[in-house]
């Protein structure tokens, strides 16, 4: 076993002429095969030199396996409103996220969980969200002349929002913060222009135009890209959009 740069490094001598570097599937075990006579020295100045390129494999496997499973810890990233940010994590006795330049600092207990990093961070996103329709809504009801009765946000995997068009009341997905305020405006528009065409027909089509003519691009912006969810909560989020 060798130790480089922190990467620990397993040593397979063999009957063989030439050194071989692998990184291996699933979770990126780096193992040296080499001629049975090397000396460990050569053998660690050869590894050496492939640092960099051992780690640009090892990142791999980490983003593959983030993406299944989020843990809110440091060297994930969060989207927020469109952008990335990396996320830092430091301990102290009050849950916060602060934003600063790229970075997403999100102080919680040492003892915490993943799944209480998690909901705090959901929290988070729901104010974020909050704020923002409080501020478009009434934009966009008063472009349509058309009026929810009431709105909430809800976590969804499958949907960036819902309309119930008996009781007029709009539902929208937390996890439109993660994406640029103009699908948020657009989903609200969606669902706001249900309450005067329930079905997805030509006419809910020529309202959507006469008030944003670019909803179509918005739309495929909204949908190009997975949900940046929880590992066990991502949906089928291609489908059944609005
Ligand atoms: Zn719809």
């Not at 002429?17 to 075990?29: A, R, T």
């Not at 499973?69 to 994930?76: A, T």
């Given at each position: 076993m060798l130790n480089i740069s922190g990467i620990s490094i397993e040593v397979c001598k063999k009957p063989i002429?030439?050194?071989?570097?692998?990184?291996?599937?699933?979770?990126?075990?780096v193992t040296v095969s080499a001629p049975l006579a090397m000396r460990d020295e050569t053998i660690a100045r050869f590894v050496r030199t492939k640092v960099s390129w051992i780690k640009k494999q090892l990142a791999k496997f980490d983003g593959q396996a983030r993406q299944s499973?989020?843990?809110?810890?440091?060297?994930?990233t969060l989207y927020i409103w469109g952008k990335q940010y990396y996320l830092q994590t430091e301990y102290g006795n009050?849950?916060?996220?602060?934003?600063?330049?790229?970075?997403?600092?999100?102080?919680?207990?040492?003892?915490?969980?993943?799944?209480?990093?998690?909901?705090?961070?959901?929290?988070?996103?729901?104010?974020?969200?909050?704020?923002?329709?409080?501020?478009?809504?009434p934009k966009w009801e008063k472009i349509t002349c058309l009026k929810a009765a009431g709105w909430q946000t809800k976590y969804m995997t499958?949907?960036?929002?819902?309309?119930?068009?008996?009781?007029?009341?709009?539902?929208?997905n937390l996890q439109l913060a993660k994406k640029t305020p103009e699908c948020l405006e657009y989903v609200i528009l969606h669902e706001l222009v249900h309450l005067a065409e329930k079905k997805h027909n030509e006419r809910f089509?020529?309202?959507?135009?006469?008030?944003?003519?670019?909803?179509?691009?918005?739309?495929s912006r909204l949908n190009s890209q997975m949900l940046d969810a929880a590992g066990?909560?991502?949906?089928?989020?291609?489908?059944g959009l609005p």
């Open positions: 002429k030439n050194m071989h570097l692998y990184v291996k599937p699933p979770d990126g075990k499973e989020r843990e809110y810890v440091s060297g994930e009050r849950n916060s996220l602060a934003l600063s330049g790229n970075k997403a600092i999100l102080t919680v207990r040492k003892e915490s969980t993943a799944i209480q990093r998690e909901n705090f961070v959901r929290e988070w996103y729901r104010e974020l969200l909050k704020t923002e329709i409080t501020r478009m809504l499958t949907r960036w929002g819902t309309c119930n068009t008996k009781t007029g009341k709009i539902w929208l089509v020529s309202l959507m135009d006469k008030y944003m003519p670019m909803w179509r691009e918005v739309k066990s909560h991502a949906g089928n989020q291609r489908r």
